[in-house]
């Protein structure tokens, strides 16, 4: 049997209307089953199913493509990890640095310390200068009233100050034109007192000044007694009083004090 035209198809025009109310799947059956019915050649029936398959291939591709994506997780994990992985390096950093601010802060603190303690001990290094400054002023004070008392003194004493002001004065004074060093050397009057010739001659042997130990002579030029008077406080009333003896061989309690000449 011959093919029925390509136009009316295998049921021809006068199915088409009873069709239209079917889905895909069963008009391509009825088809098929009217063609293998009616006598149709096995090529053309094969090709229909051939055509069939291939309409339902497509409406599953079609479904498949028009089928909206799942959406995946990864890369919403992805994007978590990255930001706690910020998130930690930031917490680092900040530690880091919080720990650097800290140590700063601690050695600051610790440079206040070690400058307030040496403040404080320049001040107490200062303190005591003052107080030895004080003590030593103090001990000035007490030598300059003791000296006071021993000038306004009434009994004479050979280490005051005054009598040795005295005696050296008087010493350069009847030195005449010798030349070298004039010394005026306190004699004591003992049971054993020795001449002034006696002590000049052997002065380098007491004495710690390097010029009179190493001089190449040593002799006694004239004996004085220095007398306690008081300094005069008016006119016409005689003050000091020393007497000159123009020799050096005295022995007695006269002479308290020796003219010596080192050369």
Not at 232 to 259: A, D, H, I, R
Request: with cysteine.
């Amino acid at each position: 049997m011959a093919d029925s035209p390509q136009d009316d198809g295998p049921f021809g025009k006068s199915t088409t209307a009873s069709r239209d109310g079917l889905d895909a799947d069963t008009k391509s059956f009825l088809d098929v089953a009217r063609m293998e019915a009616e006598g149709y050649t096995d090529e053309t029936v094969d090709r229909r199913l051939g055509d069939w398959d291939a309409a339902k291939l497509n409406v599953l591709a079609a479904a498949q493509t028009n089928t909206p994506p799942v959406p995946s997780t990864d890369g919403l994990r992805r994007l978590l990890m990255g930001g706690f992985a910020v998130l930690a390096i930031a917490l680092i950093g900040l530690g880091i640095w919080a720990k650097g601010q800290l140590d700063a802060t601690a050695d600051a603190v610790a440079a206040v310390q070690v400058q307030s303690q040496e403040a404080l001990t320049t001040a107490s290094d200062t303190n005591e200068e003052l107080q030895s400054i004080e003590t030593q002023m103090a001990a000035t004070t007490e030598s300059i009233d003791g000296l006071g008392v021993r000038v306004s003194a009434t009994e004479w004493d050979r280490s005051a100050l005054a009598g040795q002001l005295q005696a050296q004065a008087a010493c350069i004074g009847v030195s005449g034109g010798l030349e070298g060093w004039v010394t005026a050397v306190p004699r004591s009057c003992d049971g054993n007192t020795v001449s002034c010739d006696q002590i000049c001659s052997n002065l380098h042997r007491r004495t710690q000044d390097k010029q009179l130990k190493e001089a190449a002579g040593r002799q006694c030029f004239n004996a004085l007694h220095i007398y306690a008077n008081g300094t005069s406080e008016e006119g016409g009333v005689p003050g000091f009083k020393t007497y000159k003896y123009q020799g050096c061989s005295n022995t007695g309690c006269g002479p308290n004090y020796c003219c010596c000449h080192s050369r």
